[in-house]
């Protein structure tokens, strides 16, 4: 097997940050580097050095940094577009860079290539009860009563390969109706705005953080024949920018879908419930297994009451009803 060599430049600061981000896409293997733990390796108590090798000293002048390897296959491509939507979000809220530079580096393959590489694995396949996702640039022949939802994520997460993306999926056919309103906090590629609008849903509005992400969610919905009536997009972030949020917020919804971590999940859950009509639907992902009663807790505090959670390969969807 091939794989992905993944190095992130951060700060010491940002060390725990990071690495909680990447437990959380299940990540477990990575490498710290750090000039500080060189230093503490110096000047351990009671050691003292005649001589050391060329290599090792140069340890003090490396960029704190994480490294990673991730199996250079459609789940490894996918968790890869997922950590850099993750990682662009949290650059654009770190107004006073405590995290470092944040970027993200492919040690095996440059960023081009990889762009156009990790394509050949995504092929059409189906999601849920009603749909086949299918890549921009791939044909589908097969006869089928499934809608087809045409994707082309580039470097946005939203393939509908990964686990949560499916688990919001599935749950979308379930709380969609005709005429509700749609709230994709996080659309990413907007995978799952355009998936309410064809299960429905009159009006569907998309946010996210990332404003490359906004114009590539901006073309699929062209793409899948979606009008510009029926979608809004936004880009910025809810919880530093109040009229933003207030925008936002103007009308509530009967559906708000998340599909971010649980950290965000979290941080929002306040904002969330007042995003949410009364007896409307918050459908929640992007969290791993072990987190669930966590942000199952923290939904409760917000007003919400539990009707469901889904699992598929420890990544969990939180379906819950607002009680204000």
Request: negative net charge; proline residues 2%; aromatic residues 8%.
């Amino acid at each position: 097997m091939n794989w992905l060599e993944v190095l992130i430049y951060t700060s010491k600061q940002g060390l725990e940050v990071i690495t909680g981000i990447l437990l959380q896409l299940g990540v477990t293997g990575f490498v710290i580097q750090d000039p500080d733990d060189f230093n503490e390796f110096l000047k351990e108590e009671g050691t003292s050095w005649d001589y050391m090798d060329e290599e090792v000293e140069k340890l003090k002048d490396i960029e704190t940094s994480i490294k990673v390897y991730l199996a250079d296959n459609m789940q490894g491509n996918e968790t890869l577009i997922e950590f850099k939507s993750i990682v662009e979000r949290l650059k654009a809220s770190d107004l006073l860079g405590e995290y470092g530079k944040l970027t993200i580096e492919l040690g095996s393959v440059n960023e081009e290539d990889w762009a156009n590489n990790w394509k050949k694995y995504f092929k059409p396949f189906e999601v849920g009860e009603k749909f086949v996702i299918k890549p921009t640039w791939e044909t589908y022949t097969v006869p089928t009563n499934r809608m087809i939802l045409e994707i082309d994520p580039s470097s946005s997460f939203g393939t509908g390969q990964h686990y949560t993306t499916q688990l919001c999926i599935e749950q979308l056919e379930k709380y969609i109706t005709p005429q509700c309103t749609v709230l994709d906090m996080g659309c990413g590629s907007g995978i799952l705005s355009i998936a309410a609008v064809l299960l429905g849903a009159k009006k569907v509005t998309a946010v996210d953080i990332d404003e490359n992400s906004v114009h590539i969610a901006e073309t699929n919905f062209k793409q899948n024949a979606i009008s510009g009536e029926v979608f809004k997009t936004y880009c910025g972030n809810v919880m530093e920018n109040d009229a933003l949020a207030g925008e936002i917020g103007i009308h509530k919804y009967d559906v708000v879908v998340a599909n971010i971590v649980a950290d965000v999940i979290l941080m929002m859950k306040d904002i969330l419930s007042e995003y949410v009509k009364n007896d409307g639907i918050l459908i929640a992902s992007g969290i791993i297994g072990e987190r669930a009663d966590e942000v199952r807790t923290g939904l409760e505090e917000s007003g919400f009451l539990i009707l469901n959670i889904t699992e598929k390969n420890d990544w969990v969807a939180i379906v819950a009803r607002l009680k204000h």
